[in-house]
């Protein structure tokens, strides 16, 4: 079965959406990110979608789910690379994604999570070398 | 059978010189066509109804027999329409044929008068149509002068600048509807794109009324470029503005909004960690200004 990989990069996620997404991919990504993010107990998701050309109401409410459900398991969502078609599709589909972070590119989207719980993270390791 | 054809035919020359005659002593416009134009012009239109008519199909100037004296009307509205005639007088041109034509007719049926008023009848119907041929290709090619205009506003008012490395600014200028807003829309996440900006401002000092339509395509813009991970900044927002905003009841909360391009640009240079700093006196002088 097809599925989306997910890559671990420290204490983030990343995720690179390089095909066009269905909804049966889009909800295996789903599982397959809560997953990870609780096994690995990451505190950030990077996902790009600059490959991303079509999107519909569905896959827009499914970035929205996967941002909520990562919060609920403390970790932040960044997306990125957002084409403006897309970007224009989400708004006149009336989805501002309201609780999904963005950024213009992987780059500053990883800056953005360091930045975000650059101190959070910091202490936690300032505990493990304590210890 | 209508027999106008042999008549046009018969009388061309009279028929001509009245029909010039007419059109030199009626509302010409001296300024916008010389009378050797005017008169060749009329020449080959006459010889054109003359051999279409011959085809017999006198009224119907839709069908093929038609086509040539079709394409010469819509090639004189054209030309009439872009050297600034009016349609009354472009419609005139043809309708001023009408009186040599029963001139011709009463002439040439002198003493059957039902065969001049059947003539006469069928030479004013075919004329009518002709004219108002003239005025629907006259409007049409004013038409297009207008549409290929808007387009051209379209592109001139729709400029996207960069201020510094990561912000743009986009100077908004007329008034804003559908269209324009999906090309400024469009543009401007485009730009955002290809620049890797992470600030836009959007100036609206040129724009005279907001309304809530506007209002509405402008936080669409500004909420699209979020998605894309870029901040938009209003700014040129003026007192009236202001006041219209408020009163309609549009809510600008989630939006920054800036009095002047200036301040803006600041912020934005405040977001990206700039700022703008005096390093010393401005006592740099142009070059070729020294005494």
Same mark, same amino acid.
């Given at each position: 079965?097809?599925?989306?990989?997910?890559?671990?990069?420290?204490?983030?996620?990343? $995720? &690179?959406?390089?095909?066009?997404?269905?909804?049966?991919?889009?909800?295996?990504?789903?599982?397959?990110?809560?997953?990870?993010?609780?096994?690995?107990?990451?505190?950030?998701?990077?996902?790009?979608?600059?490959?991303?050309?079509?999107?519909?109401?569905?896959?827009?409410?499914?970035?929205?789910?996967?941002?909520?459900?990562?919060?609920?398991?403390?970790?932040?969502? $960044?997306?990125?690379?957002?084409?403006?078609?897309?970007?224009?599709?989400?708004?006149?589909? #009336?989805?501002? /994604?309201?609780?999904?972070?963005?950024?213009?590119?992987?780059?500053?989207?990883?800056?953005?999570?360091? &930045?975000?719980?650059?101190?959070?993270?910091? #202490?936690?390791?300032?505990?493990?070398?304590?210890? | 059978?209508?027999?106008?054809?042999?008549?046009?035919?018969?009388?061309?020359?009279?028929?001509?010189?009245?029909?010039?005659?007419?059109?030199?002593?009626?509302?010409?416009?001296?300024?916008?066509?010389?009378?050797?134009?005017?008169?060749?012009?009329?020449?080959?239109?006459?010889?054109?109804? !003359?051999?279409?008519?011959?085809?017999?199909?006198?009224?119907?100037?839709?069908?093929?027999?038609?086509?040539?004296?079709?394409?010469?009307?819509?090639?004189?509205?054209?030309?009439?329409?872009?050297?600034?005639?009016?349609?009354?007088?472009?419609?005139?041109?043809?309708?001023?044929?009408?009186?040599?034509?029963?001139?011709?007719?009463?002439?040439?049926?002198?003493?059957?008068?039902?065969?001049?008023?059947?003539?006469?009848?069928?030479?004013?119907?075919?004329?009518?149509?002709?004219?108002?041929?003239?005025?629907?290709?006259?409007?049409?090619?004013?038409?297009?002068?207008?549409?290929?205009?808007?387009?051209?506003?379209?592109?001139?008012?729709?400029?996207?600048?960069?201020?510094?490395?990561?912000?743009?600014? /986009?100077?908004?200028?007329? &008034?804003?509807?559908?269209?324009?807003?999906?090309?400024?829309?469009?543009?401007?996440?485009?730009?955002?794109?290809?620049?890797?900006?992470?600030?836009?401002?959007?100036?609206?000092?040129?724009?005279? !009324?907001?309304?809530?339509?506007?209002?509405?395509?402008?936080?669409?813009?500004?909420?699209?470029?979020?998605?894309? #991970?870029?901040?938009?900044?209003?700014? #040129?927002?003026?007192?009236?503005?202001?006041?219209?905003?408020?009163?309609?009841?549009?809510?600008?909360?989630?939006?920054?909004?800036?009095?002047?391009?200036?301040?803006?640009?600041?912020?934005?240079?405040?977001?990206?960690?700039?700022?703008?700093?005096?390093?010393?006196?401005?006592?740099?002088?142009?070059?070729?200004?020294?005494?």
């Amino acid at each position: 079965m097809e599925r989306i990989p997910i890559l671990r990069m420290g204490n983030y996620l990343l $995720v &690179t959406i390089q095909v066009d997404m269905h909804d049966r991919l889009a909800m295996t990504l789903q599982d397959d990110l809560t997953q990870q993010i609780s096994k690995t107990g990451a505190i950030g998701v990077l996902i790009d979608i600059s490959s991303l050309e079509i999107v519909d109401s569905f896959i827009g409410r499914t970035l929205a789910n996967i941002a909520a459900m990562a919060r609920v398991l403390d970790a932040e969502t $960044v997306v990125v690379g957002m084409q403006p078609a897309v970007a224009i599709t989400l708004v006149e589909l #009336g989805m501002s /994604l309201p609780g999904v972070r963005t950024a213009l590119n992987v780059e500053s989207g990883m800056e953005l999570l360091q &930045t975000s719980r650059g101190s959070f993270a910091r #202490g936690m390791q300032d505990d493990s070398s304590g210890n | 059978m209508s027999k106008i054809a042999e008549v046009l035919q018969k009388h061309q020359g009279p028929l001509l010189d009245e029909w010039m005659k007419r059109l030199l002593e009626g509302s010409r416009r001296t300024d916008l066509i010389s009378d050797k134009e005017l008169k060749a012009q009329a020449t080959e239109l006459l010889g054109s109804i !003359t051999t279409s008519a011959r085809s017999g199909k006198v009224s119907e100037v839709n069908g093929p027999e038609w086509s040539a004296t079709r394409e010469m009307l819509h090639e004189i509205a054209a030309s009439r329409a872009k050297q600034g005639f009016t349609s009354s007088e472009t419609a005139t041109f043809v309708l001023s044929m009408k009186q040599p034509t029963f001139s011709a007719v009463r002439s040439e049926f002198a003493k059957d008068t039902d065969a001049q008023y059947q003539e006469i009848w069928a030479a004013t119907t075919l004329l009518d149509k002709l004219a108002l041929l003239t005025t629907d290709e006259f409007l049409a090619a004013k038409e297009q002068m207008i549409s290929r205009q808007q387009e051209e506003l379209l592109e001139l008012s729709t400029p996207v600048v960069k201020l510094w490395d990561g912000i743009l600014a /986009l100077p908004m200028i007329g &008034t804003l509807d559908s269209a324009r807003t999906q090309v400024v829309m469009e543009s401007l996440l485009q730009a955002i794109v290809e620049t890797n900006s992470k600030v836009a401002i959007i100036d609206i000092t040129g724009v005279p !009324t907001v309304d809530t339509l506007v209002a509405q395509h402008l936080i669409k813009t500004i909420t699209a470029a979020r998605l894309m #991970g870029a901040d938009c900044i209003i700014s #040129g927002v003026r007192p009236q503005i202001a006041q219209t905003i408020v009163h309609l009841g549009i809510n600008l909360t989630d939006v920054i909004t800036k009095a002047k391009l200036s301040d803006a640009f600041a912020l934005a240079l405040a977001k990206s960690g700039r700022a703008v700093v005096k390093v010393s006196e401005p006592a740099a002088r142009m070059p070729g200004r020294e005494a």
